[in-house]
């Protein structure tokens, strides 16, 4: 495995981790959600978490361009989100109750996963 299927494959699998948080407990998710003014009910935690699981499930088996993209984008989307969270105070929601606010290094890591995930598009 090369290096970029690796680490697209750690962000797909932190996105598992981090959806599968979202069953169970999705109030962290849905507090972060209304703070930043975005739709917050459970049902929609519920399929973030979804979203990410199957996103995350479908990279771990197979990189390919396409999942790159989609672990891309979902990242890309995310990172928007922990901008906002940041300007509200607001935690991101990702591993459940008792979290900060996001900080840089979060962000950082986020972007790193786009960046990472834009290159698997091309590399594959």
Same mark, same amino acid.
């Given at each position: 495995?090369?290096?970029?299927?690796?680490?697209?494959?750690?962000? !797909? %699998?932190?996105? /598992?981790? *981090? &959806?599968?948080? $979202?069953?169970?407990?999705?109030?962290?998710?849905? $507090?972060?959600? $209304?703070?930043? &003014?975005?739709?917050?009910?459970?049902?929609?935690?519920? &399929? /973030?978490?979804?979203?990410?699981? *199957?996103? &995350?499930?479908? !990279?771990?088996?197979?990189?390919?361009? %396409?999942?790159? %993209? !989609?672990?891309?984008?979902?990242?890309?989307?995310?990172?928007?989100?922990?901008?906002? %969270?940041?300007?509200v105070g607001a935690s991101c929601g990702c591993f459940g109750p008792g979290e900060r606010p996001p900080s840089i290094l979060h962000l950082v890591l986020n972007v790193s996963a786009v960046l990472v995930c834009v290159v698997g598009v091309f590399?594959?």
């Amino acid at each position: 495995m090369d290096p970029i299927q690796f680490l697209v494959r750690v962000a !797909a %699998a932190t996105l /598992l981790v *981090t &959806g599968m948080r $979202k069953f169970p407990e999705p109030e962290p998710t849905c $507090k972060a959600l $209304k703070l930043a &003014g975005l739709p917050s009910h459970r049902p929609w935690a519920r &399929g /973030l978490g979804f979203v990410e699981v *199957t996103i &995350g499930m479908v !990279a771990l088996r197979s990189v390919t361009p %396409a999942t790159s %993209a !989609a672990v891309g984008v979902l990242y890309v989307f995310l990172t928007a989100f922990l901008f906002r %969270a940041r300007q509200v105070g607001a935690s991101c929601g990702c591993f459940g109750p008792g979290e900060r606010p996001p900080s840089i290094l979060h962000l950082v890591l986020n972007v790193s996963a786009v960046l990472v995930c834009v290159v698997g598009v091309f590399a594959a």
